[in-house]
């Protein structure tokens, strides 16, 4: 820390209590200052030639015939004053960081200019100011902390305003030519020692990293921090990651952990206006600068301390530019009155909306359907959707738990992303099992819509094991299952035993698909299950199930025999396709049984596999 020393006579101002400061010489005093509760009793000859206030005051007290002069209002106190008296008196006077403002106003307030005397306080002050705190990174910070206490004052005589320029001016200097001391303590092991005299170019730069500097400036009171970051940004030698990684330091710095310290009558207001002003400061560089899991956070407290809505709306853009990069816990974001579920499903629908909006944009087909070929194509190279796709289904997964989440939410959610966002289906299949489970008075029209949003074709082999015994999924769906596992096993035993199908296996499936889908279709047609056969089939099988111990095995069997006739049937068929054949179905509940009245059959239905 820099300082200065004034004056070289010892220090002869005595103290009688805590309001009585007298100068201790043989001369009596003969003037009385009084500064809050604090007077002084000093001589009027060494104060009235450096201070051209004290001499108007003195004057007035005279024609008045008082004894004693006012000062109220005086910045920095009596501490400041005091600091006054003694350059007055030629004392010894240490200046440095911390006392500098306060004594440059009130050396500001008592005139002690060079038109009194030259080499004044206020000249003193001025110099120091210049050639040693405004070069100081440590002191520049401590001087602008100081100086907030002391508005208007310290406003007005710039030393703020200089003080905010060279704290901004030091954090865009090249880590390589940084020879000061700062507090980032994740640097080196010596906390006041950056650089040392005899280390390379190289080793000076890895040991100072770009954002040295934003820990210090957080110990800043919020007005000033931000001004500090406007001058930073303006200045646009700050790349966009630093700041938000200043931002970030900052919030962690001063937002408590604890939704009621959050929401606190104490603290409501100063988190409000912690919260807008970090948004205000947010790069500019498209969310790039900060992190998306920063952001959602910074969100669920501007949810909490009900932040304005321009910086809700700001923060739900950045956050749909990089949505990408989120995890499932961070947009479980508690849901607000009068809102019924746990989490916020309307909040988090807008921030897919917003995201699928931004791609669209990105890549210039702003008015292509989700499911327009061109658009997924344009789009699978990039990673980005397909995580978008994951944080979807995982999401579903976890409000699938609330029992007061509404099924068109549900399927509205999930219809949030295009189809080619998801090549895989296990997590959309896991999230409706689990709404199924939990929601179980489903009337059959809804469980057929909500699974109608899963694609069978797309589930892998451990996920159609479990949907082939799911008890809870409607009958047409158990089997498409089945069918398909049938198919794919066949297409690969085809290409297994033909060298041509190794090749072409992505076709042959495909055509292999659609005729046997087709041909399913017209099997299922022909044979005409209605509801009655199904309840007498389900009443011997629970009649053979009284009379032997074996007959619980009778339905898997049955069922797999009907399969299997399906199956050859509809092989036989799809090896010689027709014109009705030659197109398969898209969707994954265009191959479908009709679903069972039965709650009986359903139970039987478990043994399938």
Known sequence: MKFMKLGSKPDALQYDGNFVRHISSELATDIIIAV????????????????????????????????????????????????????????TVTLNAYNVVAARCAAECLEMTEEMDRGNLIFKIDVFLTSSI????????????????????????????????????????????????????????????????????????????????????????????????ITVKSKGRMDGVVIGEALKTYAVRWLPD???????????????????????????????????????????????????????????????????????????????S?????????LVQDLLN????????????????????????SILGNRSILNVGKLVDGYLGEIAHDPNLSLSSFVDLSQSIPEFARPNHDGLYKAIDIYLKEHQSLTKSERKNICGLMNVKKLTAEASAHAAQNERLPVRVVVQVLYFEQVRAAASTRAFASPRSLLNGDADYEKTLGGSCHSLIRQTSRMKIKDDEFRRSVRLSNKSSKNSKSGMQLLPSRSRRIFDKIWNVGKGQGENRSSETSGGSNSPTSVVLGDTKSSSLRHQRHSIS
Not at 338 to 346: G, N
């Open 354 to 377: 917003r995201y699928m909006t931004n791609e669209k944009k990105s890549r210039g087909v702003e008015a292509v359907d989700k499911n327009d070929k061109v658009f997924g194509e």
């Open 36 to 91: 809050g509760e604090v007077k002084f009793d000093l001589h009027k000859f060494p104060l009235l030639s450096k201070s051209n206030r004290l001499q108007k005051l003195v004057s007035k007290a005279n024609e008045d015939n008082a004894d004693e002069i006012y000062l109220n209002d005086f910045p920095g106190g009596p501490k400041a004053f005091e600091i006054c008296a003694k350059f007055c008196y030629g004392m």
């Open 338 to 346: 009068p809102q019924i579920t746990t989490y916020d499903i309307d």
């Open 134 to 229: 405004f070069r100081s990174w440590k002191d520049s910070i401590i001087v602008l902390q100081t100086a907030k206490s002391l508005f208007p004052w310290s406003e007005d005589l710039k030393i703020v305003g200089r003080c905010i320029d060279s704290i901004a001016s030091k954090t865009s200097v090249d880590p390589v030519n940084i020879t000061w001391s700062y507090t980032y303590n994740r640097k080196l092991a010596h906390v006041d020692k950056i650089v040392e005299d005899k280390v390379t170019a190289k080793e000076k730069f890895e040991s100072v990293p770009k954002d040295w500097w934003v820990e210090d400036i957080c110990e800043l009171d919020i007005d000033l921090y931000k001004r500090v970051m």
């Open 258 to 336: 604890s939704v009621d310290a959050l929401v606190s009558d104490a603290h409501a207001r100063r988190n409000k206006s912690l919260v807008e002003t970090i948004v205000c400061l947010l790069p500019c560089d498209n969310g790039v600068g900060c992190s998306c899991s920063f952001l959602l956070k910074l969100l669920k407290v501007a949810l909490l301390v009900e932040a304005d809505e321009s910086s809700r709306q700001e923060l739900m853009n950045s956050i749909s530019l990089k949505l990408h990069e989120a995890s499932i816990k961070d947009i479980l974001i508690p849901a607000r």
